[in-house]
């Protein structure tokens, strides 16, 4: 899959999407980080992967800040809001950005890249669809970006996962 090319801002969000995946790494979870900014460039919400410290496996970095956002800001807000994560979203979280009224999606390491670092171990594999084949069924569109960045979003994933 060929990487996409971002503006700057979408660069400067996603970094600090990564930036959240290390930081959540370094409390003991899978590294994945995600931050919704809306169109005036407010930052809605900044979240990190937290089920190792929670024990709650629903909370990916995406779903976590999609809870955040849309508990703060209506869907108006959220519809013209940009979700970045360090990594594809999954199937429950690319179902979370579309109950939230997001439609814009950038991401940095993609779903099959993340796979040689998951492993073959049975419990750490994802479901096999990707965050476009779920949000190309909304109703609404929703526009998805990525891979982008692959090579800094797969730095924290360096030696994360045990094989
Ligand atoms: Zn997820």
Known sequence: MNEATLSDQDGRYLRRAIELSAHGRSRG????????????????????????????????????????????????????????SSGEPCVMCAGAIFWSNIRRVVFGIDAVSLRAFRGERADQRDAQLSCRDVLNASPHPVEVIGPALVQEASQPHVGAWRT
Request: glycine fraction near 10%; proline fraction near 2%.
């Open 29 to 84: 979870n899978r590294p994945f980080g995600a931050v919704i900014v809306g169109d005036d460039g407010q930052v809605l919400a900044e979240a990190w992967c937290n089920t190792a410290e929670t024990g709650d496996c629903t909370g990916h970095a995406e779903t976590n800040a999609v809870r955040e956002a849309s508990s703060r800001h209506g869907r108006d807000t959220l519809a013209r809001a940009t979700i970045y």
